[in-house]
């Protein structure tokens, strides 16, 4: 109530301050109004600040930091208030200059991964890899002297050829031939081959006449032997492809027989009994009619060599010979998985 009253006087003082009432009694002796005349110079000067210079401005705030010293930081804003509210606020100065740039603050997280950018461009070719293993080649013969026409008449076995029970024929027992040791006479030979005997004691032996030969191969490729064959006087000509050191082999599969006790013979057929790949010719042919064969076969897993055999188990007898002539082994193609032919 009384901080009220307080504030009342001292409001009417102010107001008479201001009034020009208050100048009309000056000239009295009352030395109340003296003073508060003093007050009325005091606050004249204070007022000042209502000039918009500057410098007074600057004389304002002078007056509100006096307040402020006095009191408590909380009244600075209502002592600037009371006695500033009429001061114009200073303009803003020019901006200063940029200053030193700062130290690099930490390196921030990994943010997240950007989209693949377009491909770049081919790179240079790299050096050329090893050679690989041999491939297929279906063209060349891989048997020497397939002919015969290497070799002299009369020759047993052939040049590049096992055997026995077989010699070299000339002419009229041939089917083609070529130039070989003159540019006008050729050589036109072929190979015969008598057949298999019959054991005349127990425990007799005897093997058919045949020819062999082993050529290198590449598992899993496909191989076609081929070749023209004449069988006369019931003669049994079979060729076969065989494949040492593994269950098609061995090298050479003759059919073999045996004598037994008491009479007759057992045969042995290794073709028959490890399903070896191979042909049977017709066995009662015309003389001088050669016919044309052919044998596809699949180098099976571990193969190396392949044993091109043939051999005649028909009729012994000078007459039932088997004639064969223009032998081609090639690779036809491949890899395989296996290979057929039912006929």
């Given at each position: 109530?009384?901080?009220?009253?307080?504030?009342?006087?001292?409001?009417?003082?102010?107001?008479?301050?201001?009034?020009?009432?208050?100048?009309?009694?000056?000239?009295?002796?009352?030395?109340?109004?003296?003073?508060?005349?003093?007050?009325?110079?005091?606050?004249?000067?204070?007022?000042?600040?209502?000039?918009?210079?500057?410098?007074?401005?600057?004389?304002?705030?002078?007056?509100?930091?006096?307040?402020?010293?006095?009191?408590?930081?909380?009244?600075?804003?209502?002592?600037?208030?009371?006695?500033?509210?009429?001061?114009?606020?200073?303009?803003?100065?020019?901006?200063?200059?940029?200053?030193?740039?700062?130290?690099?603050?930490?390196?921030?997280?990994?943010?997240?991964?950007?989209?693949?950018?377009?491909?770049?461009?081919?790179?240079?070719?790299?050096?050329?890899?090893?050679?690989?293993?041999?491939?297929?080649?279906?063209?060349?013969?891989?048997?020497?002297?397939?002919?015969?026409?290497?070799?002299?008449?009369?020759?047993?076995?052939?040049?590049?050829?096992?055997?026995?029970?077989?010699?070299?024929?000339?002419?009229n027992d041939a089917?083609?031939?070529?130039?070989?040791?003159?540019?006008?006479?050729?050589?036109?030979?072929?190979?015969?081959?008598?057949?298999?005997?019959?054991?005349?004691?127990?425990?007799?032996?005897?093997?058919?006449?045949?020819?062999?030969?082993?050529?290198?191969?590449?598992?899993?490729?496909?191989?076609?032997?081929?070749?023209?064959?004449?069988?006369?006087?019931?003669?049994?000509?079979?060729?076969?492809?065989?494949?040492?050191?593994?269950?098609?082999?061995?090298?050479?599969?003759?059919?073999?027989?045996?004598?037994?006790?008491?009479?007759?013979?057992?045969?042995t057929n290794p073709?028959?009994?490890?399903?070896?790949?191979?042909?049977?010719?017709?066995?009662?042919?015309?003389?001088?009619?050669?016919?044309?064969?052919?044998?596809?076969?699949?180098?099976?897993?571990?193969?190396?060599?392949?044993?091109?055999?043939?051999?005649?188990?028909?009729?012994?007898?000078?007459?039932?010979?088997?004639?064969?002539?223009?032998?081609?082994?090639?690779?036809?193609?491949?890899?395989?998985?296996?290979?057929?032919?039912?006929?």
């Amino acid at each position: 109530m009384n901080k009220r009253r307080h504030n009342n006087k001292k409001e009417i003082i102010e107001h008479l301050l201001d009034s020009t009432l208050f100048d009309s009694a000056i000239n009295t002796n009352d030395s109340i109004l003296s003073n508060l005349f003093e007050l009325k110079n005091a606050k004249h000067q204070k007022d000042k600040c209502h000039d918009h210079h500057d410098r007074c401005h600057d004389h304002c705030h002078d007056c509100c930091d006096d307040c402020c010293n006095d009191h408590h930081h909380d009244c600075c804003d209502d002592c600037r208030k009371k006695k500033c509210r009429k001061c114009r606020k200073c303009p803003t100065g020019p901006t200063g200059g940029t200053g030193p740039t700062g130290g690099t603050g930490p390196t921030g997280g990994t943010g997240p991964t950007g989209g693949t950018g377009p491909t770049g461009g081919t790179g240079p070719t790299g050096p050329t890899g090893p050679t690989g293993p041999s491939g297929c080649c279906p063209c060349t013969n891989s048997l020497t002297n397939p002919g015969f026409d290497l070799s002299p008449l009369g020759q047993t076995p052939p040049t590049g050829w096992a055997g026995t029970g077989t010699v070299v024929t000339g002419t009229n027992d041939a089917h083609s031939g070529r130039f070989v040791l003159s540019p006008t006479t050729p050589v036109i030979q072929s190979v015969s081959i008598l057949g298999l005997g019959t054991p005349g004691t127990p425990g007799a032996i005897t093997t058919p006449g045949f020819i062999s030969q082993e050529v290198p191969v590449s598992p899993g490729c496909c191989y076609t032997l081929s070749f023209e064959a004449q069988v006369r006087d019931n003669g049994i000509l079979v060729a076969s492809v065989s494949f040492p050191g593994t269950a098609l082999g061995p090298c050479t599969p003759l059919i073999m027989r045996t004598g037994l006790a008491g009479g007759g013979f057992l045969t042995t057929n290794p073709i028959f009994t490890n399903n070896i790949p191979h042909i049977v010719t017709q066995s009662n042919q015309p003389s001088s009619v050669f016919q044309h064969y052919t044998l596809v076969v699949c180098a099976p897993v571990g193969a190396t060599t392949a044993c091109i055999t043939f051999q005649n188990i028909g009729n012994p007898a000078p007459g039932g010979e088997a004639l064969v002539d223009n032998v081609v082994f090639q690779n036809t193609g491949g890899p395989c998985p296996s290979c057929s032919q039912n006929f």
